[in-house]
């Protein structure tokens, strides 16, 4: 018995033995290519978790740039049953309508349909046109939901609930992370944007949102996921969790932003200029409280813009001739070495003196005169200025270029920020003592210009320009300083300049109750080896000018009504200054007449 039922184990083993032999050549033989295949489809994907891109917030605690939630919408062509329908839901979703009332803007997305069911009763007060708008951006619409894929990116989440909630085959909506600029056209220069995928930070765009993208961006984080052959997500795991961008405070102030911007605007339209610029700074730390240029934009609707040319930070990536207010690095030179002295008399000054092939004039003829050093400033007069530049040389008058900083980009280190053109001494012609000197012949920028000034504002001492006050998580930045003038020279220079704006060249730039020193300029502009018939027209200063406060620089690009600084700029800088003065509770030092 025992004998039978050891051999029956023995049989049942073999059997199975046998089986799992043939088991294991069927499995990597016959079977191999097909688990393969079905291992293959089991598939683990990487995806990237980008975190919340970090805010831009205004010195006076404004938001100037944050994420918000988003919808974007896609279409499956193949499912679309009406691509006209389907284009014209989304478009009224989005605030076009396909009739405007008699003198509106086409373009502009406001809900007319009140109105126009208002007009019916009115008669021809109220007429209904076709609106352009309505069918360029249908066939926009249509020819993308044909196309398939994206159809709209990034609308506000209620844009995208009403068009959902229409059922429409086809469409789909996906939440995604967008970049939202509350104050639209605040700073937009300033502040640059993203690229449209760059919610989170993907390392393009423009501004201070590109120059601080590390910052704002955080780290990505890592998701692990495995699917099985239908596409059904089996697991997921977080490898990395993603941190959040860092929020980044500014020195600018969204009310004095606000205030500069409106101005600029008044200015570019009242002279018919091509754009103006201005920075209003703090002479005593460097801190940057406004920059602006005009005509501005919309951030929100930066990648939408067809005119790019308003993306230029003005201020920064512009080079221009300064003209006269580059005088100040002449009359430093001068008074720094001692070759002449502020109530000193030149004698026998013509109006007209010719260097090389150049002829340099003053704005007024006159015959020779005799004029103190402070009246030739206080007048602007090119040629008295150039006997004073013959006296100090080209060389002395190189190194006061360099060291105001031309020729090199600020410590701003903006994007796209320019160096300026400055004429190395050995390549100096004839001419170019008689033209330097007065601002011709050397390009700068408004931040160069700003930050000289600065420096004859803060009792000779320069303080590096800088546009963040705190990054968080880390200290401070203390921004640089050095001195440029002597404490005698620089008062020199500052009593100098208040006599520009007391009955000088400057007058328009007057501000009731307070003293204010200042300088103006006017430089034609370069065209083809020469120059053309257009001009800048600038105007820098501060106040209170024995206690200055504050420091305003404005530039007029090629204004149509007066070409003078004084006519042009001088008036913006006033207009800025007494609001200011006013906003920042600065206290009058001269009685008001």
Do not use: C
Request: aromatic content about 6%; cysteine-free.
């Amino acid at each position: 018995m025992s004998d039978h039922r050891l051999r029956l184990m023995l049989a049942v083993s073999m059997v199975a033995f046998v089986v799992v032999i043939l088991r294991a050549v069927q499995i990597q033989g016959v079977d191999a290519a097909s688990l393969a295949a079905k291992a293959g489809s089991q598939q683990r994907g990487e995806v990237t978790l980008n975190g919340l891109r970090g805010s831009i917030i205004s010195a006076d605690g404004q938001t100037l740039a944050q994420t918000q939630p988003s919808t974007t919408i896609s279409a499956d062509p193949k499912q679309v049953k009406n691509v006209n329908l389907t284009a014209a839901v989304i478009a009224k979703a989005m605030g076009f309508r396909p009739f405007k009332r008699a003198g509106h803007h086409p373009g502009k997305q406001h809900d007319q349909a009140k109105k126009a069911k208002g007009a019916q009763g009115h008669g021809h007060k109220h007429k209904l046109r076709p609106n352009p708008a309505w069918g360029a951006e249908i066939q926009t619409l249509s020819a993308a939901i044909r196309r398939g894929g994206f159809v709209v990116r990034q609308l506000p989440t209620e844009v995208g609930k009403r068009i959902m909630r229409h059922h429409l085959p086809g469409l789909t909506a996906v939440s995604e992370l967008s970049r939202w600029y509350p104050g639209n056209a605040i700073g937009s220069q300033l502040l640059g944007f993203t690229d449209i995928d760059g919610g989170a930070g993907a390392g393009k765009g423009a501004g201070l949102e590109h120059q601080y993208n590390r910052v704002l961006a955080g780290r990505p984080g890592k998701q692990v996921t495995i699917t099985d052959p239908s596409g059904m997500v089996l697991d997921t795991v977080d490898v990395q969790k993603p941190e959040n961008g860092r929020n980044i405070r500014l020195t600018v102030s969204a009310a004095v932003q606000t205030k500069v911007q409106d101005v600029l605007a008044a200015t570019v339209r009242s002279t018919r200029a091509k754009w103006a610029t201005g920075i209003v700074m703090d002479p005593r730390t460097g801190a940057i409280v406004a920059m602006a240029t005009a005509p501005g934009y919309d951030n929100n609707q930066a990648h939408l813009a067809k005119n790019q040319a308003r993306w230029s930070n003005q201020a920064l990536q512009t080079v221009y001739e300064p003209g006269s207010t580059f005088k100040a690095v002449t009359f430093s030179a001068a008074l720094s070495s001692g070759v002449v002295w502020p109530g000193e008399v030149l004698h026998n000054v013509p109006d007209h003196i010719a260097f090389g092939d150049k002829v340099i004039r003053d704005d007024i003829p006159h015959q020779p005169w005799d004029i103190s050093v402070r009246h030739i400033l206080k007048i602007s007069s090119n040629i008295g200025t150039d006997e004073i530049a013959q006296m100090v040389g080209k060389h002395d008058l190189m190194h006061w270029i360099r060291r105001y900083g031309f020729g090199r980009t600020t410590a701003l280190h903006f994007p796209g920020e320019a160096q300026g053109i400055v004429m190395p001494g050995r390549d100096w012609t004839l001419s170019s003592i008689g033209t330097i000197p007065i601002g011709q012949g050397i390009g700068v920028t408004a931040m160069q210009m700003a930050s000289m000034y600065q420096a004859i504002a803060n009792g000779g001492v320069m303080v590096e320009p800088h546009l963040v006050s705190r990054i968080q998580g880390e200290k401070p930045h203390r921004p640089g300083r050095r001195r440029i003038l002597s404490p005698e020279v620089d008062a020199e220079m500052v009593s100098m300049l208040e006599g520009v704006v007391d009955g000088g060249t400057g007058v328009q730039a007057t501000i009731p109750g307070y003293t204010v020193a200042g300088k103006t300029g006017t430089a034609q502009k370069p065209k083809n080896g020469g120059y053309s018939n257009q001009y800048d027209a600038s105007f820098v200063g501060f106040l209170p000018a024995e206690d200055p406060q504050v420091e305003i620089m404005i530039v007029v690009d090629s204004p149509q009504t007066s070409h003078f600084g004084g006519d042009v700029a001088a008036p913006a800088f006033e207009q800025i200054g007494s609001w200011y003065a006013n906003h920042a509770g600065i206290r009058p030092d001269r009685p008001v007449q």
